[in-house]
T-cell receptor, first 115, second 106 residues
């Protein structure tokens, strides 16, 4: 079946502009995760959804970052007033129930470049 | 503070066994993940250890010692396709190490 998809695959934007990244999880997966991988850095956890709610938003780097999930399916990660340090690959993953032992299936990522 | 250490790079030979170590110091701990990531691709989940001891999954095994803040990933019968980065991550708001880049020589 279809895996996790993300769009756009690449996004180049100017500093100060807002961007919206989209994640379509595997159908039926309850849990959805957003991560960020910057050049030369490890993978950074951003936020986790169980259904439509996000129990823990403390991983978001600043208040310019927000995420929502509707209908227990698609999620969008919005970055307002982008800065150059926001340049990274943003990865989305989903799992069946959000139990930590469930396998997370990752999407291909969105490469964001802020000029 | 939060700290996860793993070697930056390792080299091993095809067919051999390699052990990738990970030490951690975190304020909380619920479990430890290992992920494999090929260049230019998203990471793939390998294992999640909660209890002390060794868990085997085919050619890959993962070990955890909570009292020592230590884990390792053991890869047996290495294949060229195992050349990748291996990420250790502590389940305390899911904090990741920077990864170990493993090079397999023919």
């Amino acid at each position: 079946g279809a895996g996790v998809s993300q769009s756009p695959s690449n996004k180049v934007t100017e500093k100060g502009k807002d961007v919206e990244l989209r994640c379509d999880p595997i159908s039926g997966h309850t849990a959805l995760y957003w991560y960020r991988q910057s050049l030369g850095q490890g993978l950074e956890f951003l936020i986790y959804f169980q259904g439509n709610s996000a129990p823990d938003k403390s991983g978001l780097p600043s208040d310019r970052f927000s995420a929502e999930r509707t209908g227990g399916s698609v999620s969008t990660l919005t970055i307002q007033r982008t800065q150059q340090e926001d340049s990274a690959v943003y990865l989305c993953a989903s799992s069946t129930q959000g139990e930590l032992t469930d396998t997370q299936y990752f999407g291909p990522g969105t490469r964001l470049t802020v000029l | 503070g939060q700290n996860i250490d793993q070697p930056t790079e390792m080299t091993a030979t095809e067919g051999a066994i390699v052990q990738i170590n990970c030490t951690y110091q975190t304020s909380g701990f619920n479990g430890l993940f290992w992920y494999q990531q090929h260049a230019g691709e998203a990471p793939t989940f390998l294992s999640y250890n909660v209890l002390d001891g060794l868990e085997e999954k085919g050619r890959f095994s993962s070990f955890l010692s909570r009292s020592k803040g230590y884990s390792y990933l053991l890869l047996k019968e290495l294949q060229m396709k195992d050349s990748a980065s291996y990420l250790c991550a502590v389940d305390d708001k899911i904090i990741f190490g920077k990864g170990t880049r493993l090079h397999i020589l023919p």
